[in-house]
């Protein structure tokens, strides 16, 4: 199976005033095509940083991020945003939704940035994400318009359609009841199962580790273990 993300030696170093802040000590991890990988760990452990690094929103102090590939601290800005905007999808804890924006022109936003597709196939393609999200009909809508778990489909569909390879989910189910987180994980399952789109999330739920197929934790910076989650787990998730 090729990698599309390979970390070796991550350091990832904060300078508080004149305090040093390590937030990553030294972190390899190799993911797979076609992974649904979660990232568990205590907060303060690393999880939302190790994932800004592979996302190419901040980049190591120290050691090497590959994605796709491409060592992204050899990168021009253009070719990070370009990395970023093609073979990336981000699903933030916070939704990061424009209040103005309806949910089709939302969702159509980075199709709009890529400059490859008109407007008819824009619109296809986001109402066929809106679609698989289960939010037929719901296009016109402003995301204040929406519940918390309506709000996460679109930054789903936002992050999907763009066909990436990669979608980086940082507590994708941190602001949802537990009904909903639910709903939200079997669909990116499914995504990842249909599309065969990789996955890597952060999370410390135990119920959302269990949906993984490979669970590495990190305490204190440092990956402290890596594999399957337990039998017992993914029995309990179903």
Known sequence: MASIVSVRGAVKEYHLGDVLVPALRGVDLE?????????????GSGKTTL????????????????VDGRD???????ALTDLRLNTIGFIFQSFNLVSVLSVLQNVELPLLLQHRL?????????????????????????P????????????????????????????????????TGEHILNLMQELNRTERTTFIFSTHDA?????????????DGKVVDAGAPPAQAVAGAH
């Open 31 to 43: 993911v797979g095509e076609g992974e649904f990988l979660s990232i568990a760990g205590p907060s």
């Open 51 to 66: 994932l800004n690094l592979i996302g190419c929103v901040d980049t190591a102090t120290r050691g090497v991020v590959k």
């Open 72 to 78: 992204t601290a050899k990168l021009s800005e253009r």
């Open 118 to 142: 008109n407007g008819r196939q824009r619109r296809e393609r986001v109402e066929h994400l809106l679609e698989q999200v289960g939010l037929k009909g719901y296009g016109a809508h402003r």
């Open 144 to 179: 204040a318009e929406l519940s918390g778990g309506q709000r996460q489909r679109v930054a789903i569909a936002r992050a999907l359609v763009t066909g990436p390879k990669l979608v980086l989910a940082d507590e994708p189910t941190a602001n949802l009841d537990s009904v």
């Open 207 to 219: 119920k959302v580790m269990a949906h993984a197929t490979t669970i590495v934790r990190l305490a």
